[in-house]
């Protein structure tokens, strides 16, 4: 079973920075597409972030300059580096991987997601 566990979030005030990170682990042959994604309260969930396997990578308008994302293939990882935070940034991020993997009887290409990790800015 391929499971993504992520970590980083937590409360920082407006102009700061944090580190989100998230691991895949279980009979995964390879990785496509890493995405980043978030869920402000009461709205919809957003893609903030995406790199390829080859390492392209793409960003929302509203993010633009202010978060890296980047990928370890060997580590099975995505990390996204969010500076310059706002309030607006307030949401629960969530880890989403294309990706293919080792089920019993077949090899199959899935969408899996994080169980997401809350950011709050704020003073």
């Known amino acids: 079973q391929v499971q993504l566990m992520e970590s980083g979030g937590g409360l920082v005030q407006p102009g700061g920075s944090l580190r989100l990170s998230c691991a895949a682990s279980?009979?995964?042959?390879?990785?496509?597409?890493m995405d980043w994604y978030r869920q402000a309260p009461g709205k919809q969930r957003d893609l903030v972030a995406t790199?390829?396997?080859?390492?392209?990578?793409n960003y929302a308008d509203s993010v633009k300059g202010r978060f890296t994302i980047s990928r370890d293939n060997a580590m099975k990882t995505v990390d996204l580096q969010m500076n310059s935070l706002k309030p607006e940034d307030t949401a629960v991020y969530y880890c989403?991987?294309?990706?293919?993997?080792?089920?019993?009887?077949?090899?199959?290409?899935?969408?899996?997601w994080g169980q997401g990790t809350l950011v709050t800015v704020s003073s």
């Open positions: 989403n991987m294309k990706l293919l993997a080792n089920v019993p009887g077949s090899i199959r290409y899935l969408e899996v």
């Open positions: 279980g009979s995964i042959i390879s990785i496509n597409v």
């Open positions: 790199i390829t396997s080859g390492g392209t990578t």
